[in-house]
């Protein structure tokens, strides 16, 4: 059921004439990109000892490593706790409890770390309150890192080299995961990270966002900085013309991730050499984001409806220096606490 899913050609709204990028269509695993980390993580737990046979696992989600780990739970006979906050999607609330899962909600935001920080701090009361559970800590777990070579892999068997490839960046897995393999064919590929507006990962400050499964308000340590030759933020109204662009075009499409993904990979389509390959990771299907990218009335309130198509984005120097708001690229990417100020 995981793996050997689907690329797709995308070329115009986003590109025109010949030029255009593949899309790897994670979306058609059955709870998304994120089943491939939530297996690899549960068997290299159990091959180690960490994960014991039949002992609880936990851990923080926004929704779709929570799909993953449901799916890891039920393969290897372990139950599970998602420990998700109020913005989870009622579809995914529901389709946890399906599964099998336990989701235990926090219901106040940490003061500076906002609601990822507040999933973090549950999941460590959780632990304190049974010993012999297990936490895979997506956001620094190696394994999340490895688990994507299989990707890398089907993505090099269906295309051949990969020139350009554009990631969204939240725990900074796949991004690192798949680059790293992918570079191993070729070593001058480049890799262009997509970040969330009020994202910190690549040195903004946190502000509150509406997108959720890309960008964090902590710094997670599996985000590969050397590995990166620039990073583009993105904002939800851009974000919502991809998507919808994507819908009306070819019938397949995505969340905030893929939407924002989508507009960066025409954008690199457009200015790199025509016979260059791009390819963008595509990270889950529409199905969560019914009451939010598709619905008129969430998008109207949030004032993302009726927005021109994004044509180019800004370019900065330095992205401690300016606070972003819309779609914004830099070519200078450095961890945040070793950048110069």
């Not at 939530?38 to 159990?46: D, I, P, Q």
């Not at 890309?214 to 590969?224: E, F, H, Q, R, T």
């Not at 009451?291 to 984005?313: I, W």
């Amino acid at each position: 059921m995981v793996g050997n899913t689907p690329v797709l050609r995308i070329a115009s709204p986003f590109t025109a004439g010949e030029r255009g990028f593949w899309a790897k269509l994670e979306g058609f695993n059955p709870g998304g990109m994120k089943d491939r980390p939530a297996l690899h993580m549960v068997k290299c737990a159990r091959a180690r000892g960490a994960l014991r046979p039949g002992a609880r696992i936990i851990e923080s989600s926004s929704g779709t490593l929570g799909l993953g780990l449901a799916l890891a739970g039920m393969v290897y006979r372990h139950p599970v706790t998602v420990v998700a906050d109020p913005g989870l999607e009622p579809i995914l609330l529901r389709m946890l409890a399906a599964y099998g899962a336990r989701v235990d909600q926090v219901t106040q935001p940490h003061p500076d770390g906002g609601w990822q920080q507040a999933r973090r701090d549950r999941v460590t009361q959780l632990l304190a309150e049974d010993p012999a559970a297990w936490h895979p800590d997506q956001y620094s777990n190696p394994d999340c890192v490895t688990a994507y070579r299989g990707l890398a892999l089907e993505l090099r068997a269906q295309l051949g080299d990969v020139d350009v490839l554009v990631c969204s960046v939240g725990t900074g897995g796949h991004s690192a995961g798949v680059a790293r393999v992918l570079r191993e064919f070729n070593p001058a590929m480049k890799l262009i990270g997509v970040d969330a507006v009020g994202s910190r990962i690549f040195g903004q400050p946190v502000q509150s966002r509406l997108m959720r499964g890309l960008g964090s308000s902590i710094y997670p340590a599996n985000v590969d900085y050397q590995a990166f030759d620039e990073v583009h933020w993105v904002a939800p109204a851009e974000a919502v013309w991809a998507c919808r662009a994507l819908a009306a075009g070819y019938f397949a499409t995505g969340g905030w991730s893929v939407g924002a993904v989508a507009l960066v990979a025409g954008w690199a389509a457009r200015t790199h050499a025509e016979r260059a390959t791009v390819a963008a990771i595509f990270p889950d299907g529409p199905q969560r984001y019914f009451d939010t990218v598709y619905n008129d009335d969430y998008c109207r309130e949030h004032g993302l409806l009726n927005r021109a198509q994004p044509l180019e984005p800004r370019t900065i120097d330095d992205p401690g220096c300016v606070t972003i708001q819309s779609w914004t690229r830099c070519a200078t990417v450095a961890a945040p606490n070793r950048r110069s100020q």
